[in-house]
């Protein structure tokens, strides 16, 4: 699992309970589209996940 991949992850808003699907590797902040907290912040290549991971979607 060394290989740069890029998976789409279902992740739930730590605040509001709200799941969603992000980008692991999205160029732009994610937020919660209920309460807008900050779920995906970009890290330049991998994004930093500061939500709770639910799933991981190939
Ligand atoms: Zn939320």
Redesign the pocket.
Known sequence: MSKKKSNFLRVK?G??G?QQVVFDHAASKVE?I??S?TLVQPKGGKSKIVAQIIEVID
Do not use: G, S
């Open positions: 808003c605040d509001c709200n919660c209920i309460c907290k």
